[in-house]
């Protein structure tokens, strides 16, 4: 009795986080190693994605104080022509882009098209912005979908080894079983670690988002108004 329990009291001693890494039979712990990669992976994608709303909602606000401030088009246009632009900005250079190549043709042929090319081209800067935006997102909604499920996979296996462990070594006792369900539940652990903060990101994000294509959108149409006034009189 004492070597059983000494034995009970050894093993509970090794069931630390890093004895339950290394201890684990082979599909638990490439199932532990892959989701703490992706865990991992979530995180870099989270803070990447936080730095880059940051600089939108930023850049976005200063746009918009210097559309509205009541310089001309023109101006406003040759002050961006040398810079990078992102959100508002690149909206707005790509139609008067289009505005500019337009001029000629419609002098000769009419302002009847003008109006529906510049509006194709907001769309498409619309949309290229909104896929850098969204990029990796659905690599979180995966993660947090998916990863306790993995997580889950990884418990099932590492209680199927347990009762093997039982069967083989014939005790009940606690020293034999404790470390197997350990290894178990520790996988489900990693799954929710992983898990949880891709799926409340993603829904942050992906909200953020919708706002920020609802704001381009508005600006699109908005702009779309300046140009057709601006067409109406010329025509």
């Given amino acids: 009795m004492e070597t059983i329990s000494e034995t009970a009291v050894t093993k509970a001693a090794e069931i630390s986080l890093w004895h339950l890494v290394m201890q684990a039979s082979w599909p638990v712990f490439f199932v532990m190693l892959g989701l703490a990669a992706a865990s991992i992976w979530c995180w870099a994608i989270i803070f990447n994605k936080y730095y880059t709303f940051r600089r939108e909602h930023a850049a976005n606000d200063r746009f918009e104080q210097a559309f509205w401030s009541g310089q001309s088009l023109e101006d406003l246009y040759r002050g961006l022509g040398g810079r990078p632009s992102a959100g508002l900005a690149s909206i707005f250079l ?13 002098m000769r042929a009419g302002f009847a098209g003008v109006q529906k090319r510049i509006e194709k081209v907001m769309d498409v800067a619309i949309q290229k912005e909104m896929s850098e935006l969204e990029s990796n997102l659905l690599f979180l909604a995966t993660i947090g979908s998916a990863a306790p499920f993995i997580g889950l996979f990884g418990t099932v296996w590492g209680i199927m080894t347990s009762f093997q462990g039982i069967a083989n070594s014939g005790q009940t006792n606690l020293a034999v079983v404790a470390p197997g369900i350990a290894e178990a539940l520790f996988a489900t652990a990693i799954g929710l670690v992983a898990a949880i903060p891709a799926t409340i990101f993603y829904n942050m994000y992906s909200a953020d988002a919708a706002k920020v294509q609802s704001r381009l959108e508005n600006f699109a149409d908005e702009f779309s108004a300046i140009i057709s006034r601006q067409l109406d009189e010329r025509a």
């Fill in 94 to 106: 790509a139609a008067m882009q289009e505005w500019k190549q337009s001029q000629g043709a419609a």
